[in-house]
């Protein structure tokens, strides 16, 4: 165990940003999952700006790579564009 009053500072905070960041991710990937299972497209348009705004908060602390977040994105607007269309056969 640290010994320094400096170390164990650095600990507690270290395990409240975890704890946070945890927090974070779980709720996007959460409004991710809702706005995938949506079938309302205005209520999926409604969630979207929302969604996008977790994404990027994400990439901007680092949990999710630029990349990633704008794949995500991208596949979430092609599921709501998919949403109105007719099924074709």
């Known amino acids: 165990m640290a010994h320094h009053k400096?170390?164990?500072?650095h600990i507690r905070k270290t395990e409240k940003r975890?704890?946070?960041n945890r927090y974070y991710a779980v709720t996007t990937r959460n409004a991710?999952?809702?706005?995938?299972?949506?079938?309302d497209k205005e209520e999926a348009?409604?969630?979207y700006p929302k969604v996008v705004s977790m994404i990027?908060?994400?990439a901007r602390r680092g949990q999710y790579h630029?990349?990633?977040?704008d794949n995500l994105k991208s596949k979430l607007?092609?599921?709501?564009?998919?949403i109105g269309a007719p099924v074709s056969e």
């Open 6 to 9: 400096s170390v164990k500072k």
């Open 56 to 58: 990027d908060k994400l």
């Open 66 to 69: 630029k990349n990633k977040a």
């Open 32 to 39: 991710i999952k809702e706005l995938r299972n949506t079938e």
């Open 45 to 47: 348009l409604k969630m």
């Open 18 to 20: 975890r704890v946070e």
């Open 77 to 82: 607007m092609k599921h709501i564009n998919k």
